[in-house]
């Protein structure tokens, strides 16, 4: 039997319960790697596992707030415990609150985005790290988007500090063997898009499938 290209590593996807981050975990299971999926919707993680077993892959469900900073740091250190290691990390957990002007923007829905989108990446890089160190090709993705900012000041502002924080951890990882990768999708069906262009038509967009083969392909082929 041929060795698939992903046989024997460990992945974990942060945000897999839908979208490209399914496609993401689905795409890696199938190439042979083990998932560990992260996401709050237990409905969505369970039809992923469901798809990921009859695709003949194999995958750990792991349902939880990613800003709750103790699970984070418990996921972390059972994964070690089981495996020694990651080898991957694929975040594509993101939090969008109501499209409202600039003046409009509510403090609750201002604290929730700086909670997921920004503190919530930090602490998990801060988690991560240590556990995709010891793998002999430590992978970290993200993706990025260029969607429209008007009413979406909360979102474009942690997209932005997320953005940052990607580059710096690319910059301070650029001699080491951690490879860290800011990935930018084509424009997707997703539920994340629809809250920013309602009533769109939706079919020229890019399959999610399709566009997690084509970047995670990019990365690992």
């Known amino acids: 039997m041929t060795e698939k290209l992903l046989s024997g590593k460990i992945a974990l996807v942060t945000g897999a319960s839908r979208g490209l981050g399914a496609a993401s975990a689905l795409w890696l299971a199938e ?8 996401a709050r919707t237990i409905g969505g993680l369970e039809d992923l596992d469901d798809r990921i077993k009859a695709a003949g892959g194999q995958a750990t469900l792991a349902p939880m707030d990613l800003t709750d900073d103790g699970a984070i740091a418990h996921l972390c250190r059972s994964v070690y415990d089981r495996w020694g290691r990651a080898d991957i990390w694929v975040h594509t957990a993101i939090h969008v609150s109501a499209l409202t002007p600039a003046p409009h923007v509510q403090a609750k829905d201002l604290d929730k985005v700086i909670a997921t989108n920004i503190r919530g990446i930090s602490r998990l890089i801060a988690n991560v790290e240590p556990l995709i160190t010891p ?4 992978t970290a ?22 953005r940052a924080l990607v580059q710096s951890w690319q910059a301070e990882t650029a001699k080491v063997p951690t490879a860290v990768h800011l990935l930018r999708p084509k424009p997707m069906p997703t539920a994340v898009r629809a809250r ?11 399959d999610p499938a399709q566009e997690a083969g084509r970047l995670l392909g990019s990365v690992f082929s």
């Open 196 to 206: 920013f262009y309602p009533g769109e038509d939706r079919a020229p967009l890019a």
């Open 135 to 138: 793998s002999d090709a430590p």
């Open 141 to 162: 993705i993200f993706f990025d988007d260029d969607w429209d900012e008007k009413y979406a000041s909360p979102y474009a502002m942690s997209k932005a500090a997320q």
């Open 31 to 38: 190439n042979g790697a083990h998932v560990v999926a992260v």
